[in-house]
């Protein structure tokens, strides 16, 4: 293939033409918070989840076609219960613990009688709707889930959706409520009928409050059925995609696509070596997840119970220690005013010789339940102001986070026009990001958010726009072919810099390797890493809140690290962290200057003092080189770092001390916990944690066993000894007697 016929070409199967797809509609769009993505299709998923419904959904009949859940009826002899108009009625006992789990492992969605939970599911608010003539204020279960919570563990499915960690009990409620939301589309159920449905539920099932259920269910309903009406694909599938390897991936030839890489050789990769001593650094700021809230209100409810609370309209404050601080809140609250002021001035002072900033994304807050495209674009132009304000002449490079968007997660590409498309944003973006950017980088911003641009000779930096790999983002479904040609493009500067002698620096916000990245665009990136490690010389992402980083290997040469992105702290205190930045010293303007991290410094806030004393406090947290005792910062070392951790408890320690950002208010982490942290810095590439993870793994395995071993004999030992001394203290004064007999 020459140069010429590489040039934008992506290899995806012939017949995937979803993407040509076009839409429009009239209705307005808001937001969603990134869990509830998939709310409308969980809410309606305990219906179809195999769940043991109360008896009289099988209508008196053993075997009834009507029954949703015949094939799973527990083989146990029929008992009688008394019904409300005076009969009594055989019904099926209540499971053992046992049963309803070996249920649940056991549970195929797909056996499902859709039409039948559907029927049950009109009956019920029908019902409703005469009894009390309205849907609101019903807050206890109908009868027929009554016994929901013993088969599946709501919250937890929720929790798992908040935390990016699923199981397969999320699996299990994702295919259920897909197939059941198809079944409705299907059979002409309109979006009234949908809504009506899904608000029932999360009131029923206490998800959110009343205001948060209805406005988020409002707010998402138009999205969700638009491209269910659309897709080809089914629940496994859509599943598959959504939550990754946990709920199995089927091959889906839409969906499963590569990127072209040029006809060129990978240049030989020379020996790592750490930058020369007394060569000219530079000093980068890193600022990401601001989450600035304006409607922040000291003294208010910071623990409402809903996905945003420290605001006037958060509720009555129960007891004093319930009230927001002056300066922020551990609990779910996002950032004051005065806490990115007093950052910044911070900044200014302690920090007057930045070279540049970068900036990674999600400004506005968490009230996913009532913003508006208006709403997020006032708080991106007043972020905008901020930095300006105090850094009116230092370069600054941002990238676009999954919180801009209104929904939340809603970056449809650009085949998706109209009253669905993002054009709202991307063009407010490009008119804010000139202040810092060139002319030249504008078509890209407007197409997709994303941009190349030369900082300095022979130094270029890269945005991407990390959106286009958000599983939360369901317009991927419709078509996730590499969204907007981002990583074609991305090929393309990447060899342009090559051909130039260019390093290259990544911005973006979501990491890549993390469990939000969808599976086939994770890892064609993982692939261009690999390609460009040589010209690629670091990479910064924020989006998770904490401080941690992420390793990338040779595809061929698992066991040899080649690239590291560093996930730099959030901004906001959200949730259970102090606020954070990070300065980083990078190598200097000089011939052959790689553009390498000598250093990085991670400076925090004490909210729990600064709360306390009315005053707040930046310091430095740690100084990554000196804390860690490395003698540099190459992806080497930083790998060594991470099986030393596997090994050494105290080390590991001081990792998730700096990873909480020092909060007072931080989780404790066992050892599944310390196992899954670790894996998560080795696994640049998502959903692939049986490869990348696998010799971490079985490090801290063997760790285990030795623990086992060494604590045993250390038993059996204390033990002998316990028993041998009595022993011995009787034996010897009878040996003694006996030999002088």
Request: hydrophobic share 35%; glycine share 6%; charged share 25%.
């Amino acid at each position: 293939m020459t140069r010429e016929a590489w040039q934008g070409t992506v290899c995806a199967h012939p017949h995937n033409t979803a993407g040509h797809r076009s839409g429009t509609t009239t209705t307005t769009m808001v937001s969603t918070s990134p869990r509830f993505g998939l709310l409308l299709v969980l809410l309606l998923a305990p219906l179809a989840s195999g769940s043991p419904l109360h008896p009289t959904l099988t209508h008196g009949a053993d075997g009834d076609p009507l029954d949703p859940l015949r094939v799973y009826s527990v083989a146990e002899g029929p008992h009688k219960i008394q019904k409300e108009d005076g009969t009594s009625q055989e019904v099926l006992p209540i499971p053992t613990t046992q049963q309803e789990k070996e249920r649940v492992e056991k549970f195929d969605p797909s056996r499902l009688n859709y039409t039948a939970l559907r029927l049950e599911i009109d009956n019920e608010l029908e019902r409703i709707s005469k009894r009390e003539g309205r849907l609101l204020g019903e807050s206890r279960l109908p009868k027929f889930l009554s016994n929901l919570g013993r088969f599946l563990d709501f919250e937890q499915v929720v929790k798992e959706i908040e935390t990016s960690i699923m199981s397969s009990m999320s699996c299990n409620a994702c295919k259920a409520g897909v197939g059941l939301l198809q079944h409705y589309v299907q059979n002409g159920k309109t979006r009234e009928d949908i809504i009506k449905a899904a608000s029932k539920l999360c009131m029923s099932f206490k998800i959110e409050t009343p205001r948060v259920c209805m406005g988020i269910i409002y707010l998402m309903a138009d999205e969700v059925v638009y491209v269910i009406e659309k897709l080809v694909m089914s629940p496994d599938e859509i599943c598959g995609f959504v939550i990754g390897d946990i709920c199995g991936t089927p091959y889906n030839p839409y969906h499963d696509w590569h990127v072209a890489l040029p006809p060129i050789p990978k240049p030989p990769v020379p020996r790592p070596e750490p930058p020369p001593e007394g060569m000219p650094t530079l000093k980068v700021l890193h600022l990401s997840d601001t989450h600035f809230d304006p409607e922040y209100r000291e003294g208010s409810n910071a623990d409402c119970g809903e996905p945003l609370c420290c605001r006037a309209n958060s509720g009555p404050v129960k007891s004093p220690d319930k009230r927001a601080g002056l300066w922020g809140d551990f609990r779910k609250c996002d950032t004051p005013l005065r806490t990115i002021e007093s950052m910044l001035d911070n900044i200014a002072y302690l920090h007057p010789d930045i070279d540049y900033i970068i900036w990674t994304g999600d400004l506005p807050p968490h009230d996913i339940w009532n913003q508006t495209r208006e709403s997020n674009l006032n708080v991106v132009r007043a972020t905008v102001q901020q930095l300006v304000d105090y850094f009116p002449y230092t370069p600054i490079f941002p990238a676009l986070g999954n919180h801009e968007a209104a929904p939340v997660n809603s970056f449809p590409p650009p085949f998706i026009m109209g009253d669905y498309g993002v054009s709202w944003l991307y063009d407010e973006l490009d008119h804010q990001w000139q202040r810092w950017l060139p002319q030249s980088t504008s078509p890209t911003v407007r197409k997709g958010a994303f941009y190349s641009v030369l900082v300095r000779p022979g130094f270029r930096i890269i945005s991407l726009n990390m959106n286009y790999c958000n599983n939360k983002n369901w317009w991927l479904l419709l078509n996730s072919t590499d969204p907007a040609q981002e990583l074609q493009w991305f090929i393309y500067e990447l060899q342009g810099a090559e051909d130039r002698g260019e390093k290259v620096h990544i911005l973006g916000h979501i990491p890549p390797g993390h469990h939000d990245c969808l599976k086939v665009w994770s890892h064609n990136y993982y692939t261009i890493i690999n390609r460009f490690e040589s010209t690629i010389t670091a990479q910064f992402f924020g989006h998770t809140h904490y401080d941690e980083f992420e390793l990338f290997y040779d595809e061929y040469n698992r066991h040899r690290v080649t690239n590291i992105a560093y996930i730099g702290p959030s901004v906001t205190s959200y949730y259970k962290l102090n606020p954070g930045y990070r300065i980083y010293t990078i190598e200097g303007d000089y011939t052959g200057s790689r553009k390498l991290v000598m250093d990085h410094e991670t400076w925090v806030m004490n909210l729990d003092e600064a709360n306390r004393d009315g005053v707040p406090r930046w310091y430095q947290l740690y100084s990554a080189q000196r804390a860690y005792n490395m003698r540099n910062l190459l992806p080497q070392e930083w790998n060594s770092l991470v099986y030393k951790m596997a090994l050494e408890d105290e080390l590991f320690e001081k990792y998730l001390r700096f990873y909480w950002k020092n909060s007072v208010a931080r989780e404790e982490c066992d050892a599944e916990c310390k196992k899954r942290m670790l894996c998560d810095l080795k696994s640049g590439r998502s959903n692939d944690r049986k490869h990348t993870c696998a010799k971490i793994n079985e490090q801290m395995e063997l760790r285990e066993r030795n623990d086992w071993r060494n604590w045993i004999f250390s038993g059996l030992t204390i033990t002998s000894l316990a028993v041998a001394v009595p022993v011995a203290a009787i034996a010897i004064p009878k040996l003694i007697f006996f030999f002088f007999l």
